[in-house]
């Protein structure tokens, strides 16, 4: 049976244990440092000619691996080679017999093209690439001696045709012998020169343009093969380097023929054409590697076949009619995507293809939308000038029409009704429905101008699309909301625009939008946005009103300040929706609008002023809305200010007293809220209102009155301030009248400084200075005394 010490005497023995294990621990480190110096000290001693041996450094790191260096030189090597035999080819080949060229040249390739069978055994691999490269290079200077000594009456392309094809089988089959197998230069080299006889022949036989394309591709369709036969490598990469690149050549020439097309006949040709570089597309993504792959070629696909079918319809067809077709077209691509036997990758490829051509289409039509929605606009600079014949000239007043224009409503519908219909996906359904919306309102918004129907149908047409879209605005989802409500916008100000021509229309337009919008604010989502619009109309409803009336645009004022004060009743009433913000600074827009109005007519300004003085107090009123009474005591202020200039009153007191004694009155009210206000907040604005810009009159005044006024003035303010400990209207106060008694008694000075000899100021300031000098400290803890006193004060 184990017993336990009790916890203190099995702590006191850990702590004994511990002490001798430091201390064991300490004597082995004093020996184990003793030992380390003495072995130091024996070796020293045994070698006395280590201390002079320099230390001992690393080997600098290399800059450039071994392999890196080796293949520098190598590729050096083969470019000097290179050079030289081509330099004895193009120069030393005069200096020898047919039989010496021959055996030259022969001799020297043949050795190049063995050396790497060599030099691979040895493993010399890299070696073996450089040589073998040299050994290509060779046989292209050997066919450029063939066709200089003994072909040289052969045309050269056909030379070079033959040439090419030539060398890319000799290469092809140097590079797939078993002993030159593990070369990678030769096959990348042969399909490179592989690329070349189709054009070259095709460019040598003078060829028609549509069989060069031809041959551009063909040779881009026998590169898909090779991309597709091929496994990952340098040669696969040549592979879709050429595909790609004799592709995309082949394509922009047949779409460059189809787009030239002088008849059915040429388009016909470039068509099929734009069919062979389709087909080619289809297949290559049918054997892709990757859907990535594959899902591009199916869009290049879809679009190449529209091209083609849609180029021979344009030769048959009118011009305006062109889009429609390629439209149709493009909307045939997606029954694929009902084709059960094709890949995902490439159904979806068809179906994007189709959508890139919708959107090519509605693209098309933006000239059209545009100049119905922007081109009214012209109507600003011609108010009321008389009303339009049609639609169409209610819109185009300077912009031009846009040719073809009457396709545009075609072309918006059938992509209205492909979003509407054949967009199925739950997550992408709305957003199509919301695409169908706009495009259905672009349609109806151009139909009355492509048209050319009367002028006030035209304007029934915006107002019943306008009406429509608030009705749209009760909707719950928030998306459609809101694309309605843009749309109702956008239409209404179109409408306005339109209706600018006539006066009648304008009065009649206005009128309805106002009670349009304002009977869309009672939807709580929109109103925000609906209020501001119908407080906007019902002000410009009242500015042509009054320009009907042929008041002058001053007077019209006083009928825009109708609405601001109605916005401000509606805020009231409102209270805390998310209208009443919106409403308030619509408000407070149109306002200034009326100012803005009454500004060539300053009596009528001041009233407006007033005015809005009114409305701004009356929205003081409300506990929530207290700062706007700054506002308001401001606006009042500028409505004295203005009246008393149309007066030609010029007396500053007039304009600054209207200021002071409102600001004095709220100082007042703020140190009766608050006691420890400052006086500075409370009083120093009102007063420096007014005493400043009576002293700098004071001082250029000639009179007398104005000083005296403004002394007793000053004096008062001063003993108030004395009185009731007050900082501000004792500084103020006291600095103003000292100011005052110091210009009035300026000209006394001047005076009897005149009368005294010249050398009495410099002797009685000699005496001032001496004096205060006598009495520094006591003038010092005059300033203190003084300090501490204002100090105390509020």
């Known amino acids: 049976m184990t017993h336990f010490p009790p916890p203190a005497e099995e702590l006191r023995l850990l702590d004994a244990e511990l002490r001798q294990l430091d201390a064991r621990r300490s004597q082995l480190l ?30 600098p790191r290399p800059e450039t691996a071994a392999p890196s260096v080796q293949n520098v030189l190598l590729v050096l090597g083969g470019v000097l080679l290179t050079l030289a035999a081509a330099v004895f080819t193009l120069v030393s080949w005069g200096h020898m017999g047919i039989a010496g060229r021959a055996l030259v040249l022969g001799a020297v390739t043949l050795a190049t093209l063995a050396a790497p069978v060599a030099l691979l055994k040895r493993g010399l691999r890299s070696t073996a690439e450089s ?81 060069i394309t031809a041959a551009l591709l063909v040779t881009a369709g026998l590169d898909a093969v090779a991309v597709a036969r091929l496994t990952a490598g340098a040669v696969r990469i040549t592979a879709v380097v050429g595909a790609y690149g004799m592709g995309g050549w082949g394509v922009l020439g047949a779409g460059w023929l189809s787009l030239t097309a002088g008849g059915p006949g040429d388009a016909s040709r470039a068509g099929a054409l734009l069919l062979l ?93 545009a100049v119905v929605l922007l081109g009214p606009a012209g109507w600003l600079g011609r108010v009321w000038s008389g009303a339009p014949s049609d639609a169409r000239a209610a819109v185009v007043v300077d912009a031009p029409w846009p040719p073809d224009a009457v396709a545009a409503p075609v072309v918006l519908v059938i992509v209205a009704g492909v979003l509407a219909l054949a967009v199925r996906a739950e997550e992408w359904r709305p957003r199509a429905r919301l695409g169908a919306l706009g495009l259905l309102w672009a349609t109806a918004l151009i139909l009355p101008a ?39 916008l956008v239409t209404a100000a179109g409408l306005t625009l339109v209706s600018l021509a006539s006066q009648s229309a304008t009065l009649v337009v206005l009128s309805a939008l106002t009670v349009l919008f304002g009977a869309g604010s009672w939807r709580a989502g929109v109103a925000p946005f609906t209020a501001p619009a119908a407080l906007v109309y019902a002000a410009a409803l009242a500015s042509a009103s009054g320009a009907a009336a042929d008041w002058p645009t001053a007077r019209t004022a006083l009928l825009v300040l109708l609405v601001p004060a109605a916005a401000a009743l509606l805020a009231a009433r409102l209270g805390p929706s998310r209208a009443t913000v919106p409403v308030e600074a619509a408000g407070a827009a149109l306002g200034l609008f009326a100012v803005a109005l009454a500004v060539t007519d300053p009596p009528l300004l001041a009233l407006v002023l007033s005015l809005c003085g009114v409305i701004a107090a009356g929205t003081a009123l409300r506990a929530d809305r207290r700062p706007v009474g700054y506002a308001a005591t401001a606006l009042f202020v500028l409505a004295a200010w203005v009246r008393l200039a149309a007066w030609d009153v010029g007396t500053p007191e007039a304009y600054t007293l209207p200021v002071t004694v409102p600001a004095l009155f709220l100082g007042a009210l703020r140190r009766r809220r608050d006691p420890r206000a400052s006086s500075w907040t409370a009083y120093g ?31 008062l ?40 000899p010249r050398w009495a100021p410099p002797a009685l300031a000699g005496l ?27």
Do not use: K
């Open 450 to 488: 492509v048209l050319e129907i009367p002028y006030a149908a035209g304007l029934l047409v915006l107002g019943v699309m306008t009406a429509a879209a608030l009705c749209a605005c009760r909707v719950t989802a928030s998306a459609a909301q809101v694309t309605a409500l843009v749309l109702a």
């Open 768 to 794: 001032l200075l001496l004096a205060l000098g006598a009495t520094y400290e006591q003038r010092i803890r005059d300033v203190r005394r003084v300090r501490e006193v204002l100090g105390r004060m509020n």
């Open 30 to 59: 004093t020996r184990r440092a003793w030992l380390v110096a003495a072995l130091q000290q024996t070796q020293q001693q045994s070698r006395p000619w280590a201390s002079a041996q320099p230390p001992v450094t690393a080997s």
């Open 717 to 756: 303010v001063t003993l108030l301030g004395a009185r009731h400990h007050l900082r501000a209207p004792l500084v103020l106060g006291g600095a103003v009248l000292a100011l005052v008694t110091l210009h009035e008694l300026a000209p006394y000075v001047v005076q009897v400084t005149g009368a005294l």
């Open 277 to 369: 570089a389709a087909a080619i597309a289809l297949g290559a993504a049918l054997r892709g590697p990757g859907v990535g792959h594959a899902f591009g070629l199916a869009i290049t696909a879809g679009l190449l076949v529209v091209g083609a079918f849609g180029g021979v319809a344009r030769s048959g067809l009118p011009s305006e009619w062109v889009v429609p077709a390629h439209l149709t077209l493009g909307v045939a691509l997606l029954a694929a995507e009902r084709a059960g036997r094709l890949p995902d990758a490439m159904r979806t490829g068809f179906v994007w293809a189709s959508g890139a051509v919708q959107a090519l289409a509605v693209l098309w039509t933006l000239p059209v939308v």
């Open 685 to 715: 604005p009102g007063l420096a209102a007014t005493l400043v810009p009576s002293l700098v009159a004071a001082w250029a005044d000639p009179h007398w009155t104005r000083p005296l006024l403004l002394g007793l003035a000053a004096l």
């Open 131 to 211: 040589v073998a490269g040299l050994g290509l290079a060779l046989t292209v200077l050997d066919a450029y001696a063939l066709h200089a000594a003994a072909l040289s009456g052969t045309a050269g392309t056909l030379y070079a045709a033959a040439a090419s094809a030539v060398l890319a089988a000799i290469w092809s089959a140097y590079g797939l012998l078993p002993a030159t197998s593990a070369l990678r230069l030769p096959l990348p080299c042969a399909l490179s020169a592989a690329q070349l006889p189709l054009l070259l022949w095709a460019l040598a036989a003078d060829a028609s343009p549509y069989m």
